[in-house]
């Protein structure tokens, strides 16, 4: 176990977790709503730390991140727990329990940087359940990383404070925007606003910014819910920012719900455009052509993609430009 980051002690040994927009107040012997965090004697703890769930190495394009140094592969890792409930969690079974009642392996962050040397992975990924629940073995982590000059990329819900997010040394995020706010209130158990607050932060901290949006048949898949995660991408995040449509299957309590029609994707993505966002994608539809990146002023394919197979095609990678008409393409790589 390790000491908690951003709490405080309150009166009658309880304190109160500061990580993310629940602020949980524990009382002594008991958990927070992340099952992460433990108040033992009036100090808060970090009883996930080093509880290692999950353990691969993903190509990027998997988290998914596509502007974002496109082809490599990270090393991706998480701890059980999270701080939503999603009826439609398609990673439950480890997301949805507590870090110490399913499998892991006890692990250091030295160890997880020293896989990422290993495997010549530039960078490490926090994803798979929610990272913001095992900040401090994600901190930890990150922090010896840049000593090595590798990435971080924190695949994430969001809800987390401001203050955590500002002293995380993470390079790009991609953060789930799941629907309006009564979505959240009975899908999620949670609240949108911090969700957006978050997005904005993290662009005005330079961290680099892809967005995802579920879409659940008869749950957020209307116009309006459309619009308004594509208007708030385009107005508070630039159109630049990369949008991604992914499509649904049945899963955890929402077994009932059929996959999204990839014609709901296909209007997603094209209302995207029509816009004004410059680069929108669509996910979990292998082989669909709206996986691959296309010049926002002449067509051109620049990254073609099918599955995890990414292949560079009309990108000039020294200049960032397009090889057929020159147009400034917004990529890291």
Known sequence: MREAMFYEK???????????????IINNGKRGFCWNKQNINGTLYAIGYGKVCSLAIDPIEKKP???????????????????????????????????????????TPEEIVEIAI???????????????????????????????????VMITNGYIEKE???????????????????????V???????????????????I????????????????????????????ELGRETPLHFSRFHPDYKLTD????????LEMARNLAIEEGLKYVYIGNVPGHEGENTYCPNCG???????????????????TKRCKICGEKIDIII
């Open 10 to 24: 309150l009166d009658d040994n309880k304190v109160r977790c500061n990580l993310c927009p629940r602020h949980c």
């Open 65 to 107: 991140l596509f502007h974002f140094y496109p082809t490599t592969k990270v090393v991706s890792l998480a701890i059980g727990g999270c701080n939503f409930r999603c009826l439609h969690c398609q990673n439950w079974t480890i997301s949805q329990f507590p870090p110490d009642e399913i499998p892991y392996r006890e692990m």
């Open 118 to 152: 290993k495997y010549n992975c530039p960078g490490i990924s926090y994803t798979y359940t929610e990272p913001t629940v095992y900040y401090e073995f994600m901190y930890d982590t990150s922090v010896i990383a840049k000593e090595y000059n590798l990435f971080n």
């Open 164 to 186: 955590p997010l500002k002293a995380l040394p993470v390079d790009a995020m991609n953060i789930d925007i799941k629907g309006n706010t009564d979505f959240y209130k009975k």
């Open 188 to 206: 999620c158990k949670a609240t949108l606003e911090p969700v957006l607050e978050t997005c904005k932060l993290a662009k005005r901290l330079g």
């Open 208 to 235: 680099h910014v892809e967005v995802t949006n579920l879409i659940v048949p008869g749950y957020n898949d209307n116009i309006d819910d459309l619009l308004f995660i594509i208007h708030f991408v385009r107005d």
């Open 257 to 264: 719900v059929p996959p999204t029609p990839i014609e709901t």
């Open 300 to 318: 051109a394919l620049l990254i073609e993609r099918y599955i995890f197979n990414t292949k560079i095609v009309y990108l000039d990678v020294e």
